[in-house]
């Protein structure tokens, strides 16, 4: 009988222990309470608290969690109903406040985030909330974060997923978008006509310039070659003027030569010429350019002999009795 106690006893105290043994995993935190009131926390690993006197009162994770936001329709600033979903990062810091400061935790934050997302999207037009998403989450991050500090939490990101406008404002921006790129288009268009039009308006500039300075170039060396020609003409006049003043009968016949190859030349290139007749004989002009190249010489300066006209020659008309 003895021995049976003894037994019962001792089962009776490894049950005790055990059940006083409180085996925390990694990333949970566990509150204590002593009757019914807490006492501290049980950090992960190997824990003692007597049974019956203590308990474990929750058991709290202390990991990041992630928290989705369901789908709401939201009334912005401009009267445009539109739907948005997200999602909220957090973290207990503190495992006794989030156990005791507050009930149902993850209802709590669900209803804290949508309530602000209203109000923060109501207070921004249709095209502020799809252009200023990021302005937005930074909005939600710190205004979360402040309210729920005294849960013992800590608020790490809030990110919205999707913003969806109703399906006329879509159709409405995609005609917009399309109208902006047709503008974008056409001014590009309008450009390039303009910069082809100076383009060619330069080019016909510089062709007429260059033209221009190519017809002065041209009269400028018309007015030399003529300026050159009236040199050569007024020093062969000179000369001539010196040959007669020096006594020299054969300077007038270069003048008379000259003007009587000229006529000869337009008679013989007149297209109705058919029959020339030279007004004087041809002996007189072989005497005329025989005086030229004997007057040729003397105003070289070189010496030679006087080339003497051949004889006279009767011509066709000449008296026979002569």
């Not at 934050?109 to 921004?124: A, K, Q, Y």
């Not at 033209?211 to 030399?224: H, S, T, V, W, Y």
């Amino acid at each position: 009988m003895g021995v049976s106690l003894l037994l019962l006893v001792l089962l009776v105290t490894i049950i005790y222990l055990f059940a006083s043994i409180k085996i925390v995993r990694q990333g949970y935190n566990y509150t204590i309470e002593y009757f019914g009131r807490f006492t501290t926390t049980a950090q992960p690993g190997f824990n003692f608290y007597p049974a019956f006197l203590y308990r474990v009162g929750r058991k709290v994770n202390m990991m990041e969690q992630v928290l989705d936001i369901p789908g709401q329709e939201i009334i912005t600033k401009d009267n445009a109903m539109i739907s948005t979903d997200g999602v909220v990062f957090f973290q207990v810091l503190e495992a006794a406040k989030a156990a005791y400061e507050v009930n149902d935790l993850y209802n709590a934050i669900l209803n804290l985030v949508t309530t602000n997302l209203r109000t923060v999207m109501g207070s921004m037009d249709l095209d502020e909330t799809l252009s200023k998403r990021d302005e937005i989450n930074a909005r939600l991050l710190v205004v979360i974060d402040d309210a729920t500090t005294p849960w013992g939490i800590k608020i790490t990101r809030v990110e919205i997923k999707d913003i969806r406008p109703p399906q006329d404002i879509v159709n409405a921006m995609a005609r917009q978008m399309k109208a902006e790129r047709e503008k974008r288009a056409n001014i590009l268009d309008a450009e390039g006509a303009r910069a082809s039009e100076i383009l060619r308006s330069e080019g016909e500039k510089q062709g007429q310039i260059l033209q221009a300075e190519g017809r002065k170039e041209a009269a400028f060396l018309d007015a030399e070659a003529r300026e050159r020609e009236a040199q050569a003409e007024a020093k062969a006049t000179e000369m001539v003027s010196q040959a007669i003043a020096s006594g020299n009968a054969q300077a007038i016949n270069y003048f008379v030569a000259q003007d009587y190859v000229k006529a000869v030349e337009k008679f013989a290139t007149s297209p109705n010429a058919k029959t020339i007749l030279f007004p004087v004989e041809a002996t007189q002009l072989i005497g005329t350019l025989g005086g030229i190249g004997a007057l040729a010489k003397e105003a070289l300066g070189e010496d030679g002999i006087a080339v003497t006209p051949p004889p006279r020659r009767k011509g066709p008309f000449d008296n026979q009795s002569d």
